[in-house]
């Protein structure tokens, strides 16, 4: 598979109707270095007004997360992310995948409690919590000894196919079994819905928050902001075949149009910007994201 060089710009603006008296914001959004599958050549994190405080450090399931806090007041923030990534892996599974029972066998022995371990990735978590109708949906495309690899594209597809990307039908705090029953949403929906879904199975399965590039319609320049940050599933499917990623938005195997940011068991674990603040009044927020190719895919 060739590698393929990006250049990413993310700029997220915060705009307050009165000054903030005070700020503490955490934020995911670095790309992650993965072994054999994704390099990351450069990055630098500017905050407009400089911080009080700021630290920079790995959270537990090892992404990189930026602590801020603002002492004095402000009217706004402004965070521009840089970074270059080459991406050479695919996120597709490589090795066979025992069917649930024999899935349910592997985690009964796994002991390790590392930041990707499976264990971490059963239980119910903020925003997939577990839904009786998505449960049932999920058992109704179970095929008879079917490999977990393939149910996780199974329903990958499924959902691809019901569901209907709409950006204007839900936010980030809208509850997944709302979204699942209206059948549309963003990829923030697709993700809890399909991790609901596999994790009432008993496959583990998490949030991967990241960068996506979008090609413009034939004939058309790209626009400059015009990309996303995205999101999709990660399932672990056994020993052999361990962590496969799949997009259900795009009802595809990442490869080299998905770059990683961070790992976790929700949006809650890895929101792109999360924190509170001491204020009075609203606010309005506006994201910009560009996913540049830099040069021919490296052999």
């Avoid at 955490?26 to 407009?48: C, N, T």
């Avoid at 095929?143 to 209907?164: D, F, K, N, S, T």
């Avoid at 052999?240 to 990623?245: C, H, L, N, R």
Wanted: hydrophobic letters at 45%; proline letters at 9%; a negative charge.
């Amino acid at each position: 598979m060739m590698a393929m060089r990006y250049d990413i710009r993310l700029t997220i603006d915060y705009i307050y109707e009165s000054p903030a008296a005070g700020a503490r914001q955490i934020l995911h959004v670095m790309p992650l270095a993965i072994e054999g599958r994704q390099r990351l050549i450069a990055g630098s994190l500017q905050v407009e007004p400089k911080p009080a405080m700021r630290q920079d450090r790995l959270d537990f399931f090892g992404n990189a997360l930026t602590e801020l806090a603002f002492t004095e007041p402000h009217s706004d923030i402004t965070i521009v992310l840089k970074a270059r990534v080459e991406v050479s892996g695919s996120a597709a599974p490589r090795a066979p995948s025992p069917d649930l029972p024999g899935l349910a066998s592997a985690l009964d022995v796994h002991a390790d409690l590392g930041p990707r371990s499976p264990l971490h990735f059963l239980a119910p978590s903020p925003y997939a919590e577990p839904v009786r109708d998505i449960a049932h949906w999920a058992r109704t495309h179970l095929q008879p000894g079917a490999q977990v690899a393939a149910i996780v594209e199974r329903l990958g597809l499924a959902l691809h196919r019901e569901m209907r990307f709409d950006a204007e039908a839900t936010t980030v705090s809208t509850p997944a079994a709302e979204a699942f029953a209206s059948r549309h949403g963003v990829c923030q929906d697709f993700t809890h819905i399909m991790i609901i879904a596999l994790r009432s199975l008993g496959i583990p399965a998490g949030y991967v928050s990241g960068y996506l590039r979008t090609l413009p319609p034939p004939g058309k320049e790209r626009l400059e902001g015009a990309d996303a940050m995205h999101a999709w599933v990660s399932a672990w499917c056994g020993p052999d075949a361990g962590w496969v990623e799949y997009d259900p938005t795009n009802a595809l195997f990442p490869r080299d149009g998905h770059i990683v940011a961070a790992y976790g068991r929700d949006y809650a674990d890895l929101a792109p910007v999360r924190g509170a603040m001491r204020i009075a009044g609203g606010q309005t927020t506006e994201q910009y994201v560009d996913v540049v190719p830099v040069e021919e895919p490296v052999a």
